[in-house]
T-cell receptor
Framework: GAVVSQHPSWVICKSGTSVKIECRSLDFQATTMFWYRQFPKQSLMLMATSNEGSKATYEQGVEKDKFLINHASLTLSTLTVTSAHPEDSSFYIC????????????FGSGTRLTVV | GQQLNQSPQSMFIQEGEDVSMNCTSSSIFNTWLWYKQDPGEGPVLLIALYKAGELTSNGRLTAQFGITRKDSFLNISASIPSDVGIYFCAGLNTGGFKTIFGAGTRLFVKA
């Protein structure tokens, strides 16, 4: 079945540094990838939608200059948290879709970001 | 914007009991999805529903797409300890691609 690989699974960084999270579709081409943020005991909040070869569409309230998304190929999307601060600490999850298969999106295993 | 109301928020049950949870919305969705999330992991798709009235099973799990297209339920029969986790419903309108998630139901199963 469709597999989405997300890396790293956890990262600790110093305040002010940038962190890159990768999301890869392993056995299918993902025309669209989604990035979510999840706080403890809360649901998934969509941050942005990225389409291969075009600029990402950010949800209201999400700073596009802080959360840089690149979807350079049909199998890779990256989320870079720039100048991270402690309030950016969260669980970040990507998902990917390929129209033509079932419409249930496949999720990565998530990245736990801790900014100290 | 579109919102899903998922209930109950949490459930504490004995092993072997059946479980039922549901999602309702004021908006219509074309697809309903049910996911399970284990701690520290991404959600895993359990069941996808594509047609109003559709009833679909996956092992001990059964889910239905409401006739009005504004609700869905998930049943788990004969629960076991590994059913513990957070269950999310999600609604999707294929034209917009976006998936709207419910707040989740935390399931605790006592052996």
């Amino acid at each position: 079945g469709a597999v989405v690989s997300q890396h790293p699974s956890w990262v600790i960084c110093k305040s002010g540094t940038s962190v890159k999270i990768e999301c890869r579709s392993l056995d299918f081409q993902a025309t669209t990838m989604f990035w979510y943020r999840q706080f403890p005991k809360q649901s998934l909040m969509l941050m942005a939608t990225s389409n291969e070869g075009s600029k990402a569409t950010y949800e209201q309230g999400v700073e596009k200059d802080k959360f840089l998304i690149n979807h350079a190929s049909l199998t890779l999307s990256t989320l870079t948290v720039t100048s991270a601060h402690p309030e950016d600490s969260s669980f970040y999850i990507c998902s990917a879709s390929f129209r033509g298969l079932d419409y249930g999106y496949t999720f990565g295993s998530g990245t736990r970001l801790t900014v100290v | 914007g579109q919102q899903l109301n998922q209930s109950p928020q949490s459930m504490f049950i004995q092993e072997g009991e059946d479980v039922s949870m549901n999602c309702t919305s004021s908006s219509i969705f074309n697809t309903w999805l049910w996911y399970k999330q284990d701690p520290g992991e991404g959600p895993v798709l359990l069941i996808a529903l594509y047609k109003a009235g559709e009833l679909t099973s996956n092992g001990r799990l059964t889910a239905q797409f409401g006739i009005t297209r504004k609700d869905s339920f998930l049943n788990i029969s004969a629960s076991i300890p590994s059913d513990v986790g957070i269950y999310f419903c999600a609604g999707l309108n294929t034209g917009g691609f976006k998936t709207i998630f419910g707040a989740g139901t935390r399931l605790f199963v006592k052996a």
